[in-house]
């Protein structure tokens, strides 16, 4: 991406910038429209209104909010461990940002093309566990000691399967790195990987309910790990409050809101890499048609924002429909049901990439 | 085994049937009505308000005595024999100036028990439903149509009337005690 700015601007200072801002803009926008079309979607499901009174169609009701929150003051608990208290938005923050880093928005917009790439975003979006559990243990409440514990157990087990299917589709695709996985889906929706990947042959029909059951396992593994409705029992508001950030407020509870939608994102963008061709048009470009080529990048851009919001809105498609899990049901989708049929799903797929 | 299988198939198949209600409903029109700018209409025989149509009023006090709370008061003023007060809408003479007709609405539990006695049908529930107030003295409407100053007259008229026929009155008894009638026999008093 730097170099990419560098030939249209060709002065490293803005490149730079770009290239640092370009995600943390991602982000917030992510935050910025995600609230507002989590509460509009929840409201078209339940048969309600919605937010509809600040601005056209109540567009700027999380501008809004933001200010508000802005405004508030920075009350902290009494008998609570400082530190730890103000690192863990902080690092909650870091983790979901620090994924953005190694996501390629197109075959030029990526922070670093990092050979080890879905590696990368699987070890740092772990530091979101640290940050939980700091948040937890250092708001001396037990609402949020509870809600941390909870968050722990589900982010570490959820971790397995996930793991499990990436593992899976970094033997098939034989890289770790997003771009090239990414690249090897080349722009027609028939050779993304759901539908067997861009091999024409046997294998890749043989492929096609495996990466089907792949898809599943770690659409629900992800949504477990980014504590999401129907996994939100760290959060669970009618039982723990507000499970980990319930002493937190105003900048600070931002900041996890934040991290909350950043992490959505990325939990899409990275399904969408591994099933969905990631950057790829499923259609072809204009601008090989047209004969534009630097075209192809933006277009690129937008179809991978594109496939990132649409998993973000089945994310919320599926909050508003689903009850929470109680947690030995999670341990036990988890641990009983996902993690067989990973490491089964695992094998036959390594087996099929023999052949 | 089978149930485990089973078990796997029935919870996407589950998912999947509640997801295609979601997606029903998120098609489905809101039901939400936006109270203040979209309004029910109102049943035809809603208690709500009171109003008191006080050109038809003739003081006759039966909804204030009707009233289980005695949130109706009413204070009247007999007219004197030159006053023409017209006709209510129904044709009834009224004698009596109404200077004072006060709904104490803060006090009023809707029983539309007033609403029944009255003669001219001039008291009546309606449709309006918002009248909060901030202070609670702004709840006791009144519907006297006279200011003060007229109602001061009026009493001021009745009491010279009255005084005048007291005056009359006693100057018909004095003429009366003046002319004794020598013939009838002195009556003897009962008590």
Redesign the interface.
């Known amino acids: 991406m730097y170099q990419f700015i560098y030939d249209l601007t060709g002065n490293v200072i803005i490149s730079t910038l770009v290239t640092a801002v370009f995600p943390l803009v991602n982000v917030l926008i992510v935050a910025l429209i995600g609230v507002y079309l989590e509460r509009k ?1 929840s ?7 919605g937010p ?1 009174r600040v601005g056209p169609f109540g567009l700027f009701q999380t501008v809004a909010d933001f200010i508000k929150m802005m405004q508030k003051e920075d009350a902290t608990p009494t008998d609570i461990d400082g530190k730890l208290y103000n690192l863990a938005p902080v690092l909650v923050f870091t983790g979901c940002f620090a994924a953005y880093a190694a996501i390629p928005f197109s075959s030029q917009l990526i922070g670093s093309e990092v050979e080890v790439g879905i590696f990368f975003i699987l070890a740092v979006s772990s530091f979101t566990v640290a940050g939980i559990l700091m948040a937890g243990w250092s708001s001396n409440n037990k609402y949020a000691l509870l809600g941390a514990m909870r968050s722990a157990a589900q982010i570490v087990s959820y971790e397995i399967p996930t793991a499990l299917v990436v593992l899976s589709m970094v033997m098939l695709m034989g890289t770790l790195s997003l771009t090239k996985i990414s690249e090897m889906q080349t722009a027609y929706f028939w050779n993304w990987n759901i539908l067997g990947g861009a091999t024409l042959g046997l294998s890749k029909f043989l492929l096609i309910p495996f990466m089907i059951v792949g898809f ?1 396992i770690i659409f629900i593994s992800t949504l477990a790990e980014v504590n999401r409705t129907p996994f939100d029992i760290p959060e669970a508001e009618s039982e723990l409050v507000a499970g980990y950030f319930t002493e937190y407020c105003g900048m600070k509870w931002a900041m996890f809101m934040l991290a909350e939608y950043g992490n959505m994102f990325a939990v899409s963008a990275i399904v969408s890499i591994l099933f969905f061709g990631g950057y790829h048009s499923p259609f072809g470009y204009l601008g090989n048609s047209l004969g534009i080529n630097w075209l192809i990048p933006y277009e690129q851009a937008f179809w991978f924002v594109a496939k990132g919001w649409f998993f973000i809105l089945v994310q919320m ?2 909050r ?3 009850p929470r899990l109680r947690v030995d049901q999670l341990m036990s ?1 988890c641990w009983k ?1 996902l993690i067989p ?1 990973a490491v089964v799903n695992l094998v036959v797929i390594g087996i099929i990439s023999l052949l | 085994m089978k149930t485990y299988f089973r ?2 198939w029935l ?2 198949y589950t ?1 999947l049937v ?2 295609k ?3 029903k ?8 009505i ?1 109270y203040p700018e979209v309004k029910l209409k109102m049943p035809d025989r809603v208690r709500n308000r009171l109003y008191v149509n006080i050109d038809d009023c003739i003081g006759c006090d039966q909804c204030a005595r009707a009233c289980p709370v005695s949130c109706i008061t009413i204070d009247t003023v007999k007219s004197i024999p030159g006053e023409d007060l017209g006709t209510t809408s129904n044709g009834k003479k009224k004698a009596l100036w109404v200077t004072k007709f006060d709904i104490d609405i803060a006090k009023c539990c809707f029983c539309q028990l007033c609403v029944f006695p009255c003669p001219t049908e001039c008291i009546y529930m309606t449709d309006v439903y918002e009248f909060s107030e901030y202070e609670r003295e702004r709840l006791v409407y009144k519907f006297s149509s006279l200011t003060e100053e007229e109602v001061n007259q009026k009493k001021l008229n009745l009491e010279k009337f009255q005084a005048e026929k007291e005056a009359q009155k006693a100057a018909a008894a004095a003429a009366a005690a003046a002319k004794p009638k020598p013939d009838a026999p002195a009556q003897p008093s009962a008590n």
């Not at chain 2, 409903?25 to 939400?32: D, E, N, Q």
């Open positions: 979607i409201a078209w499901i339940q048969d309600r209104v509809n599943i498609w599926l508003w429909t689903l989708l049901y049929y | 078990n796997t919870g996407i998912v509640g997801m209600i979601t997606f409903h998120l098609f489905t029109p809101a039901v939400t936006q």
